[in-house]
């Protein structure tokens, strides 16, 4: 729905990630709304395979940069670049089976 592009904040000196509404969709009040209500939700959630949020502009979400494939190269199956988005390859990746309770935990 949005481009996202690569920026520095110059405030906090650091590179990060801005996702802007295109000028065609931006007149439009749906996108408008969709487009907040997506970055509300973003910065609802604390996850580290979901980037964080800093910032809603007019027409913009400025968030966290995270380094690594695209989503087109990971799809074309183009090796991936990060080892904070790729899973070692000596973790499965298959669920556990062992039920998990509250308060208990289990080994990963």
């Known amino acids: ?22 000028a065609a ?11 907040q209500r997506e970055s509300q939700v973003l910065a609802a ?3 580290r395979n979901i980037a964080a949020i800093y910032d809603l502009e007019d027409h913009a ?8 494939s695209t989503l087109a190269e990971r799809i074309a199956g183009v090796p991936c670049r990060s080892s904070k988005l790729c899973p070692s ?8 089976k062992q039920p998990v309770r509250r308060g ?3 080994g990963i």
């Open 45 to 47: 959630l604390n996850q």
């Open 89 to 96: 390859p000596n973790r499965s990746r298959k669920p556990s």
């Open 25 to 35: 969709l931006s007149n439009d009040a749906d996108y408008m709304a969709r487009f």
């Open 1 to 22: 729905m949005g481009e996202v592009y690569r920026t520095r904040d110059t405030k906090l000196t650091r590179d990060v990630a801005i996702k802007v509404l295109p």
């Open 61 to 68: 979400i400025v968030m966290e940069l995270v380094e690594g």
């Open 104 to 106: 208990s935990s289990i």
